[in-house]
């Protein structure tokens, strides 16, 4: 591979020249560049929590301070690993080689920066939302170079990298917001009455501690027919996202309560018999 270099620019790439000092130089670069990461990162994360209101907010800042931080340390490692290549040809062959170098050893990688990188500037989503992620559901918690996190509902952490953004489709939730839709189903006997469950549900949703309800964030109960039962679907909106789930058992445990003093029962299992 030298040699090919040596072919297009005419000077050979003398590798000699990076020394042991030179690699402890870059070794501090990335040290302190990591130090730099995660004492920003914890500094605005501490910040954000401290602040409800601008929580989302805040931490869309986190991707931000990690790419910067990241080029400035590329761009030191770049300065370090230049300087003993004096002659504008070394340099250029050298900056060849390093290129080559990068194309076949950490292609993926690149693919997952460029993918980092329009998540943050086109926003599909940002720290803090929740988001449905091909298969996978959660609150987004970091941005790296590298993959997104997500946190799910049973609190398993699942890392996503971020070359998927060009395949996967991306559902965001909230949008950057506190406030979300929650979608809460009830399933209810088909011989049950239909307009007790429907006013109960909407009681039950418009009443609850995390609803906010406004003309802006109306609150819709719609009844769906099957075969052996209805859906009782409420759609509410949940004043910060922290409390999806929060709501939504609060919803079903308060709505149940009231259905069964209503004689409003669950569906029954049915026994289908096949023929012959």
């Not at 005419?10 to 690699?23: A, F, K, R």
């Not at 870059?26 to 994360?45: A, D, E, M, N, S």
């Not at 949703?205 to 802006?216: E, H, R």
Request: aromatic share 10%; with cysteine; proline share 5%.
């Amino acid at each position: 591979m030298a040699n090919l270099i040596t072919d297009l620019v005419g000077t050979p790439v003398d590798l000699s020249l990076i020394t042991s000092d030179i690699l402890v130089q870059i070794l501090v670069v990335v040290v302190v560049g990591f130090l730099v990461v995660r004492i920003l990162t914890f500094f605005l994360w501490y910040l954000a929590e401290r602040q409800p209101y601008h929580r989302i907010l805040i931490k869309t800042l986190i991707p931000f301070v990690k790419i910067i931080v990241s080029i400035a340390a590329l761009y030191g490692i770049a300065i370090v690993i230049s300087s003993p290549y004096a002659n504008i040809n070394e340099l250029l062959a050298f900056i060849l080689l390093f290129g080559v170098i990068l194309a076949f050893g950490i292609k993926d990688l690149f693919s997952n920066i460029v993918g980092s990188t329009v998540i943050i500037l086109e926003k599909p989503f940002q720290i803090g939302d929740m988001v449905t992620f091909g298969e996978h559901y959660g609150e987004v918690t970091d941005i790296n170079l590298r993959s997104t996190r997500l946190v799910t509902p049973e609190q398993s952490v699942v890392s996503i990298p971020n070359l998927m953004i060009f395949n996967e489709p991306v559902t965001s939730s909230n949008s950057g917001h506190l406030v979300m839709m929650v979608i809460t189903d009830l399933y209810i006997d088909s011989r049950c009455d239909e307009e007790k469950a429907l006013r109960i549900a909407r009681d039950v949703a418009v009443t609850s501690k995390y609803a906010v309800v406004s003309k802006k964030y109306p609150c819709t109960v719609r009844l769906d027919d099957f075969p052996f039962y209805r859906r009782v679907r409420i759609r509410v909106y949940v004043n910060d996202i922290s409390y999806e789930f929060e709501m939504k058992t609060e919803i079903t445990r308060r709505a149940w309560a009231e259905f069964r003093t209503q004689k409003i029962y669950p569906p029954k299992p049915q026994v289908v018999v096949s023929a012959g």
